[in-house]
Every structure is written in C-alpha cells, then in structure tokens.
C-alpha cells in the first residue's frame, strides 16, 4: 500500500474513535470509518508481473484505453494513447520503459473531466520523458476533476527499469503515453489495462531481432548433437 493509505485511513479511524467517544456510540462514527476503508483500498499497491522481452512499451497506470491516436509534435510524427483512471482504479503509475528520464516537467493547468480529449493539453499534468532501448517514450499524469495532487518520486537523470513504480495521481485522472509512430499497438480503445503489466506497443525492429536471434540459437542447438564425435577441437 501506498503510505497515503495509512495516513488517510489512520487520520479518520482516530476521527472515528473520537466522535464515537463523544457521542457514546459507532452511529455517527460509521461515516469516517466507511471512508478510512476507502482511502485504505484506493491506495492500495499490488505487485505486477512486469513482461520481459526487447522493445516492449508497458501502461504506465491501470484503467481504460480511451483513446489511440495520430498527433504531429515539434519531432515528428507520434502515436498517443489516453488511459482514464476511475476513483475504482489503482492509481500508482510505472515507467513504460527501462532507460534515463531525460525530462520531468510540472505543468499547471486546469481540472477538467479526464475523460475529455482537451483534457490532454489544458490540465494541470506531469510530463514525463524516458529514453532506453534504442526508443523515446513520454507519458503524462495528468489531473481530472476530481484529483488534485500528482506525485512523482524521481529526478531527471534517474535510471528507471520497465514497469517501475514512479508515483500516483490522486483519485481519479488520466495517463497518456506518446509512442514512436513505428510502433505496433497492442492495445485498442475500450481495453482495460493494468500498470506494468500490460503491453500497449512493441517496436517492431526488436520484435524482428528477438525473432531472428531465437531461430539462430534453434538452429545451432539443433545441428550440435548431429556432429561426429572428434569433429569439434
């Protein structure tokens, strides 16, 4: 659990057990126990199986893909994908990537509803940017309407590994992910996905290593027990 949890929740179980002493009864000191429970399960923290394997862009935050698009940027030609975290959803976010974050960048803004697409440019937000893997990938926490605080954890030039956690948005907000155009998406709009877990995109010239590195060590392995005793000084 993230430790926000036990302040919340341990902040309002002491709120609880005072209004129930003031009042010589849990009637009135039912609400704050109800919403210590909450904030308890809200910033909860499970363990993810992170997956293994070259050029893999992992959800940096659980939710629902809103949005898989085209954009033009001062560098080119990217893809974006919007995730929206309900008030239901985990709220720690991951890196997408192994590799340095070359920018983090606080932008003050709005609180508009999450789930609108002006939302991406107009809300207050964290950018951030991570290079490794021979690929560049941005990601963006960003407020909704009713979250009001983002928290990330590292300094530029901090070495990240995929799906490690970086921080939270509190209550519900958005993530979006700027990927190479190149990439291949894995993921579609009205998919759930889980931070860390699952993969939105691969880029496809490491998917195409990986590939011809298995069938080269296939094809050594196979042709080894094959050859005649002596043959190998």
């Given at each position: ?10 902040s309002?179980l ?14 009135w000191?039912?609400?704050p126990?109800?919403l ?9 923290d499970p363990?993810?199986?992170i ?15 809103t ?6 940027t001062?560098?080119?030609?990217r ?6 975290l309900?008030?239901?959803d985990?709220?720690v ?10 920018q ?5 803004g709005?609180?508009?509803?999450a789930?609108?697409p ?5 809300n ?7 290079r490794?893997?021979?690929i ?8 909704g ?5 983002i928290?990330?954890?590292?300094p ?21 992910v700027?990927?190479?155009?190149g990439?291949?998406?894995?993921v ?6 889980r ?5 939105l995109?691969a ?6 290593a ?11 392995a196979k042709?080894l027990?094959?050859?005649p ?5």
């Amino acid at each position: 659990m993230v430790r926000d949890g036990y302040i919340y929740g341990l902040s309002l179980l002491a709120v609880a057990a005072a209004v129930s002493w003031a009042t010589h009864g849990w009637a009135w000191a039912s609400l704050p126990v109800l919403l210590a429970l909450f904030f308890l399960w809200f910033f909860r923290d499970p363990e993810r199986q992170i997956p293994a394997g070259n050029g893999l862009i992992v959800s940096p935050g659980d939710g629902l893909v809103t949005e898989t698009i085209q954009i033009s940027t001062p560098d080119g030609p990217r893809q974006r994908i919007s995730i929206f975290l309900s008030v239901f959803d985990v709220h720690v976010n991951r890196s997408p990537i192994a590799g340095i974050l070359t920018q983090v960048r606080y932008q003050k803004g709005q609180y508009l509803n999450a789930m609108n697409p002006a939302s991406a440019d107009r809300n207050e937000q964290n950018i951030v940017t991570v290079r490794g893997e021979g690929i560049e990938v941005t990601f963006k926490q960003i407020a909704g309407l009713l979250a009001r605080r983002i928290v990330f954890n590292l300094p530029e030039g901090a070495s990240v590994e995929r799906g490690q956690r970086v921080g939270l948005i509190k209550f519900g907000s958005r993530v979006d992910v700027i990927l190479p155009a190149g990439a291949v998406l894995h993921v579609k709009v009205g998919q759930r996905v889980r931070g860390g877990a699952s993969v939105l995109a691969a880029m496809p010239e490491a998917a195409a290593a990986v590939d011809l590195a298995t069938v080269r060590r296939a094809a050594t392995a196979k042709a080894l027990p094959d050859e005649p005793q002596g043959a190998r000084a």
